[in-house]
């Protein structure tokens, strides 16, 4: 058969880590199933087969998959009644909405589009409302200096601050495993899945202090009222865009 170009093959290679992509998302499946490809891949270099007939074979398989997929949804519906893939359809396209209403931060080729837009909307949430919030709170027992205000504003740091490599430190420990090869996908998806879920407890945490304060403070500023709504009103998008309601800290 034809050998691929160098360009063949990394575009291969990006069509099917996109096709594996849309597998897991759509129909629910484990992500080690796109992680095991790349193992087949990183396997399939060192052992200097040929590169060509395994990316056909592995495009191949993914299609295969997704077509088995869609043919279990292809039921009898009733009439006017829309069918499972496109409920199916429906539900991923307003997942897909409601992140991509906050900005895709630049990370790692293997970071997922969820995480780019976590990071980006947890960057936002320091360059644009973190000074504003200081400020709306300087009246108020959670004025910047308040151990509770220390502590979130620490916490923030590691989840925000970017580092020199533009990263922030709470997404070393991904950065590290992503750069690893072969990559340890068990580990990659163990520090994205912590960084969500510490970014989802300090997301609740200044949402309960931000609705202690409009209610304990009726006489708070108009101005400052104002902007504590607003900033409530963006932490708790992010909240609701990314599904993080249950993950609240416990206790």
């Known amino acids: 058969?034809?050998?691929?170009?160098?360009?063949?093959?990394?575009?291969?290679?990006?069509?099917?880590?996109?096709?594996?992509?849309?597998?897991?998302?759509?129909?629910?499946?484990p992500r080690t199933i796109r992680n095991a490809f790349e193992d087949r891949y990183i396997e399939a270099i060192k052992s200097s087969g040929d590169i060509s007939s395994f990316l056909v074979a592995e495009i191949e398989a993914v299609e295969e998959l997704i077509r088995r997929e869609e043919h279990k949804a292809r039921r009898p519906e009733e009439p006017g009644k829309p069918s499972?893939?496109?409920?199916?359809?429906?539900?991923?396209?307003?997942?897909?909405?409601?992140?991509?209403?906050?900005p895709e931060a630049q990370l790692h080729p293997e970071a997922t589009e969820e995480l780019r837009r976590l990071l980006g909307a947890m960057f936002r949430l320091e360059d644009k409302y973190w000074e504003a919030l200081n400020a709306c709170l300087r009246s108020t027992a959670y004025y910047r200096s308040s151990?509770?205000?220390?502590?979130?504003?620490?916490?923030?740091?590691?989840?925000?601050?970017?580092?020199?490599?533009?990263?922030?430190?709470?997404?070393?420990?991904?950065?590290?495993?992503?750069?690893?090869?072969?990559?340890?996908y068990l580990a990659i998806d163990r520090e994205e899945k912590r960084y969500i879920l510490e970014c989802a407890f300090l997301l609740h945490d200044l949402d309960d202090v931000l609705e202690r304060v409009i209610v304990s403070y009726p006489h708070l500023e108009e101005s400052s009222r104002a902007g504590l709504k607003e900033i409530q009103a963006y932490i708790q998008g992010i909240i609701q865009d990314f599904r993080l309601k249950e993950f609240k800290r416990k206790g």
């Open 1 to 29: 058969m034809h050998k691929l170009t160098p360009f063949e093959i990394s575009s291969a290679v990006e069509k099917i880590r996109r096709r594996y992509d849309e597998y897991t998302f759509k129909y629910l499946k």
């Open 84 to 102: 499972v893939t496109e409920q199916v359809d429906r539900v991923v396209q307003e997942s897909l909405e409601r992140i991509r209403k906050h």
């Open 147 to 184: 151990g509770t205000m220390v502590r979130f504003e620490n916490q923030l740091r590691g989840l925000a601050s970017r580092g020199s490599d533009g990263v922030p430190s709470g997404l070393s420990r991904y950065i590290y495993h992503a750069n690893r090869f072969p990559r340890d």
